[in-house]
């Protein structure tokens, strides 16, 4: 068996090589941090330049020529990584944070045993966590524009575009963002549930210029079993044919059975369109299920003992009108919502606000928004690619903070939730008071980049306004941050942090 042969690297001379790849990272993610942040230029695998001020971005293009640098700055961008997937956003904070606490024990003359900066750090960060749940205010009013604009490096006309797409479904629906096709940046919302799979067969389609297949007031037919001969759905394809009625199904139907129906359409016998059946696998039964409390249709299930030959003319839905894409359907219904959907829907938002595993969320957000017959979209556009993708990456991070936000709350901005809850710590212990200085790193970094010198305030919520170069009340100036951000930022820096200092020995591979 081929092994790849090690070079070794002990004590602090590992750790100082380690530290200057997380310092080479550190210097171009900090950039961008604050709204004095600035852009980041970088080289694609095409050779073609790119344009970003998205923090996770510039880490993830980061590799380091030195390996044992580069294992570094990967531990960091591990930070970074979960930071994005919990809160959405706040990777360059947790990169600055992470940096700070290696840099604040680095520079220290005292030399303190693995188990003593592991318990500093975890004791300081609980009491810190603890402290900015305490600072937590609710989202109301314009702070959710407030939010928006902040990520969206303080583009206030963005900002409100994102926090309108938010207000339009009712701030906890889904708000997804797409590539505009005119080049203007705008929201639109779906009215209606949108389901995500389109018409089988292009026959189907009965509007040319837009490529869709629309049904009016169709009776909807919902099979969870193959539909294998045209005689198995014969009772309700009579029954549509005779009264003049138009039929989706939804279902998977056999080529033959699809390419009969198509024909059929096109000679103008029926009005029909065929859209495949959800993925199997543990969503499936519950998409079904879901699609039939807002159609009013019963799901026929050959599993449950349903027979096909035998389908009662009463298991038909209906709804006001279909529209299907090659990807997508979406249902337009009645706005009354059914009492057993107000409870499932309520149940979701209960279950959102205490989950934390990210592909669950997206579970129960896509869900939410199928069930609440509304959903969001922000259409981005720009005059050139490069454009568009930094504005892309702008907007992305504030459709995420601004969820952050609304999920539990803000915090004041620009790293001071992160200094009061420091000035509220009291420890005579040197390790702990170490990790409480590098809480002042995020505002100092921000402060930096806007090209102002950091001074000590000392007053609660009490801040700069990069902007303008003023003092301010962070709320009162509408300088907000999640606090789920924050939190996360603080809670993944520490962690590698922790590791890399509890580290004595570094195994890299030889380069030839």
Known sequence: MNQIVKQFSFGDKGREKVFKGI???????????????????????????????????????????DPVENMGASLVKQAARRTVAEAGDGTTTSTVLAHAILKEFAKSPVKFTSREKRDAINNVVDKVLNNLDKQAKPVNGDMIDEVATISTNNDAELGKLIADAYRAVDLTGVVMMETSQDGNTTIEVVEGVQYEKGFTNNHFVTNHSSNTAELNNPKILLIDSAVDTIRQIQTVLEHV???????????????????????????????????????????????????????????????????????????LGTCIKAVSTFKDTVFQIQED????????????????LIESNPNKIVKLEKRLAMLSAKLAIVKVGGNSDVELNEKKDRVEDAICATKAAIKEGVVAGGGVALINAARNIKTKLAS??????????????????????????????????????????????????????????????????????STNCVMSNVRG
């Open 241 to 315: 044919i005779k009264n003049n009625i138009a039929l989706l199904i939804v279902g998977d139907v056999d080529a033959k059975v699809a390419a009969a129906l198509a024909m059929n359409k096109n000679k103008g016998a029926i009005k029909v369109n065929i859209v495949p059946a959800p993925t199997h696998g543990v969503n499936r039964k519950e998409i079904f299920d879901d699609l039939a409390l807002l159609t009013g249709a019963t799901v026929i299930s050959e599993n449950l003992g349903d027979d096909l030959d035998l389908i009662d003319l009463d298991c």
């Open 432 to 501: 702990e008071q170490l990790v409480i200085g590098s809480l002042y790193y995020p505002c100092k970094t921000i402060m930096k980049n806007a090209g102002l010198e950091y001074e000590d305030i000392n007053k609660k919520n009490v801040g700069v306004n990069v902007e303008t170069g003023k003092t301010v009340n962070m709320f009162k100036a509408g300088i907000i941050d999640p606090v789920l951000v924050t939190k996360s930022a603080l809670k993944n820096a520490a962690s590698v942090a922790s590791t890399i200092l």
């Open 23 to 65: 310092e080479t990272l550190t210097e171009a993610v900090a950039s961008t941090l604050g709204g004095g942040g600035e852009c980041v230029i970088f080289e694609d695998a095409q050779g073609i330049p790119v344009i970003t001020k998205d923090g996770v971005t510039v880490a993830e293009l980061s590799v380091l020529l």
């Open 337 to 352: 919502q059914s009492e057993d959907i107000k409870l499932i829907i309520e149940s979701i938002k209960e279950q959102l």
